[in-house]
């Protein structure tokens, strides 16, 4: 081989090479921008699924910047929420399809439009199906010991997101940094308190097996936009909902004093409205209501296969 062609495959690896690093930086450290790649990037960054880098990468490598992208991102995403949400031990299934897809990618003289085929092929077995994440949605605890608070925290935002949008109020920015998860239903009852009152059942068993299966599901975690938490613990849930709905002016009637900078209202936080009491069976409700809209944004896209 003569020194121009040896240097023509130095420049091409070279390319490659700085391609490979950009594609793995962006999966490693995504910036906040409105890229669509950039922010779902993002998503699976907060999921904590790092077994799926290898499979990123070699997606990146093969469609960036197709049109074949940006749905076939999504869909990871969805799918990846989806088998997070349903199985208790995900991680055998995300290493197989991430093996198989990477598998398929690397296949020699293979088109990219077959290639393509396959992992579509492979993302739709990984696929949840609705009723089955409809119900693990709604009776999953996804808050205390084995949880990931990263991602709980990722699912109430996209949660606020969609009820943002829906209700046309505007998105607190700050959200990701400037928030505590909030148990509606307090994790631990006051003997022969409020709660337990409100709660309506006077079979002492029935009430713990029931306070253990919904305390920590999602119709029982709502948000506050700020660090600390005043309407913590056994505070009755009149108070509760007066802070979700009005924080600034129940500081007083709880007792503290007003914030130097107003706490804001989360969109989350608007179903409260009409609800006058909380137990058991609103938690039921409310796990139902966000399970719809989680259908909603973690669907699966109609799939692009335009590779160039």
């Given amino acids: 081989m003569d ?7 130095v420049r091409e690896w070279l390319r490659e090479f700085r391609r490979a690093a950009r594609n793995y930086n962006d999966i490693l450290f995504p910036d906040d ?35 074949a992208s940006q749905p076939l991102i999504h869909n990871i995403v969805a799918a990846v929420v989806r088998l997070l949400i349903t199985l208790d031990r995900p991680s055998y299934r995300l290493e197989k399809f991430t093996e198989r897809a990477c598998f398929a990618f690397h296949e020699e003289n293979v088109p990219r439009e077959v290639q393509l085929e396959k992992v579509i092929g492979l993302v739709d077995e990984l696929w949840i199906d609705d009723d089955t994440f409809r119900k693990a949605f709604t009776m999953k605890s996804i808050y205390g010991p084995g949880a990931h608070l990263s991602r709980l925290r990722y699912y109430l935002e996209k949660l606020e997101r969609k009820i943002s949008e829906q209700k046309d109020m505007p998105f607190e920015l700050h959200f990701g940094s400037q928030t505590t998860v909030e148990h509606i239903m307090p994790q631990t009852l006051d003997e022969d308190g409020a709660w337990k009152r409100a709660l309506r059942t006077n079979d002492t068993v029935r009430l713990e097996s029931q306070h253990k299966a919904l305390v920590h599901t999602i119709g029982n ?3 506050l936009l700020t660090k600390d938490n005043p309407a913590a613990g056994n505070t009755p849930y009149a108070d509760k909902r007066e802070f979700y709905l009005h924080p600034n002016e129940a500081l007083n009637k709880l007792g ?10 989360c969109a989350l936080n608007s179903y409260f ?11 039921a409700d409310r796990s139902h209501y966000l399970a719809d809209l989680a259908l909603q944004i973690w669907n699966k896209e109609e799939w692009k296969r335009e590779t160039k």
């Fill in 256 to 265: 503290l004093r007003k914030r130097k900078i107003a706490i804001g209202t």
């Fill in 3 to 9: 020194t121009a062609k040896k240097q023509d495959r």
């Fill in 221 to 223: 975690l709502t948000v």
């Fill in 273 to 283: 409205e009409d609800i006058k009491s909380w137990n058991f069976q609103t938690i």
């Fill in 33 to 67: 921008s409105d890229d669509p790649t950039q922010r779902l990037l993002k998503e699976m960054q907060r999921l904590r699924v790092s077994k799926l880098n290898p499979f990123l990468l070699a997606l990146l490598e093969a469609f960036r910047d197709t049109p």
